[in-house]
């Protein structure tokens, strides 16, 4: 029990001195009194698991030419660290450096506008309709380990985007292009998608109707935008029942 009341009385310091949350006072604070009904209140445990994580300085950037995934302004989104859900967080996404971020509630005093948070422990993200997975493991696309963008998820195959920003720079101006990469799960392999002859590849016997699909689909499809691509994969989804 000494233990646990050190705890508390540590996470009441740490509030008063950071204003992670709302204005306490020492005087409104009954430390006799039952130390785990107050935080829980207060603050409650969910919000435990952003306790760790480290400032972050976002760089200079424009509207224009920013970073992220998006938008530079703070998205609403919903969090999974360690199987545990954290909603209505506001965060970012930087795809530049593959980073998470949260808002960071103290940033009055501190002048440090957001919070990096620990990758090892996020499962995945949810930043306005666009999920993310952290995959990890062995198996694995050619990008390697970090966050992808599940875009779809069927029966027979799934769809993943790796979400990249590239930068380039001269004297006077930054420039950050996408420059994603984008997979085909299927039996467990990933498959780097290329355009629509990486259907044919992996789906010879469906070259001819996924052909007359494409051709008559009113979306443009190719490896460069995503349009029409969550109707294709949904077709060959399909097809693959049949």
């Keep these: 029990m000494a233990n646990l009341t050190r705890f508390y009385v540590t996470i009441i310091v740490f509030l008063l001195c950071f204003q992670i949350s709302a204005q306490f006072t020492v005087g409104n604070l009954n430390l006799d009194g039952d ?7 207060a603050i409650g445990y969910e919000n435990l698991g952003f306790l760790e994580g480290a400032y972050y300085r976002i760089e200079s950037q424009t509207i224009q030419q920013h970073q992220f995934f998006r938008s530079m302004s703070w998205l609403n989104g919903t969090i999974a660290i360690d199987g545990r859900l954290f909603k209505d967080v506001k965060i970012l996404y930087n795809t ?21 948070l620990n990758h090892y422990r996020i499962d995945s993200f949810l930043i306005e309709d666009a999920k993310f997975i952290n995959l990890r493991g062995k198996n694995l696309p050619s990008a390697g380990s970090g966050f992808y963008q599940k875009y779809y998820d069927g029966v027979n195959i799934s769809f993943y985007i790796k979400r990249i920003k590239i930068k380039s720079s001269d004297v006077e101006t930054v420039v950050y292009n996408n420059n994603d990469t984008k997979y085909v799960l299927y039996q467990d392999q990933y498959f780097r998608f290329n355009g629509k002859k990486s259907l044919y590849t992996m789906f010879p016997d469906k070259k001819k109707r996924i052909k007359k699909y494409i051709k008559q689909s009113p979306a443009r499809i190719n490896k460069k935008t995503d349009d029409g691509l969550y109707e294709l994969m949904s077709y060959c989804d399909q097809l693959l029942l049949q």
């Design 35 to 41: 130390i785990d009904k107050w935080y829980n209140q």
């Design 96 to 116: 530049y450096k593959d980073v998470l971020l949260a808002l960071n509630i103290g940033m009055e005093v501190h002048g440090v506008q957001s919070i990096k």
